[in-house]
């Protein structure tokens, strides 16, 4: 039933890049891209059309996005910061974009150098274009549970991001804890107030690991009933312009999760932790995903 079935939502090929050292070569992130395709995942965000001297990693966004395979039945939706952004992805083929900001004004003017105001009035003509063009549109709200510049953000101030995004016609708000400083009650609390103005069906969670609490944050949000879960093969990730902001939840390790509590999500674990664990040696670095530890332990 639609209760028992969870949707993740695979970032790793876009927050999992965007913030490593190591740049990997297109044909890599397109492999990485035709892995995950492959795993049962259903929607597998593929990069970003961003500026590339802000994140000089994902510079590559036309090549890689035109070089994956678009298997039938999987979205593959990429940021858009602006309209150049925008045609940028609908010239090589993009149906579905993300737009961002965030419930924090000092983090949003680091990010993308506007206001919250501001930026949601750039969105506004990405939102018009695509629903004549057909595209789907995801929003981000970020710094959900703290930010790193400002520290404690209000409720309210989430709640009001992501109602604007929602009326803006964003068919789904993400909230993100960007930083990853967020517990279990706070993300339960930020999470019901959200959905007193968005449907519940509406919203998805996004929860960097830097504290070690997006599992329990994870299931929290899950008692309170989102049934969307953004995540990263092998716990890549971070945004260049949160400071201290570490890796998000690692997919392998919420699908096992979800799986242990007899929820389904579609995807073949083992496929996810051989593509996670290939992905760590891509970037010459240990997985961050507990469960790819365990599994390719000698
Ligand atoms: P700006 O410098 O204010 O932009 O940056 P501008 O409009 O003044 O343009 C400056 C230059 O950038 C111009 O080029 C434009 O053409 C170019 P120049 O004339 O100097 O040669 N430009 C672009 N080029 C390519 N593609 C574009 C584009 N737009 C402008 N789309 C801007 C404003 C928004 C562009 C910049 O701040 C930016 O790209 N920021 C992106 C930062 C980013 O990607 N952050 C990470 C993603 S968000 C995240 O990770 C959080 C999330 O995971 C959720 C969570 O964890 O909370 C989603
Ligand atoms: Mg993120």
Redesign the pocket.
Known sequence: SAANHVRIVE?GA??GL??EKTLLPADVKIALIDRLSSTGLTTIEAT????????PQ?ADAAEVFAGIRKVPGVSYPV????L??YE?ARAVGATEV?V?S?ASEAFNRK????SIDESIERFLPVLERASADGVKVRG?????LGCPYQGDVPVADVVRVAQRLHAAGCYEI?L???IGVGTPAKARAMLRAVAAEVPMGALAV?F?DTYGQALANILACLEEGVRVV?SAVSGT??????KG?TG?VASEDVVYMLHGMGMHTGVDLDLLVATGAWLAAQLHKETASRVTRARTAA
């Open positions: 970032v876009r927050d965007q913030n970003s059309f961003v500026s590339p001297k802000w994140v994902l940021l858009v910061p602006n150049q952004g940028r993300a961002f965030a990010n993308i150098n506007a981000y709200v970020s710094t959900v993400s993100g804890d960007t996004h960097h953004d990730g971070g945004c260049p312009y949160a902001a998000n």
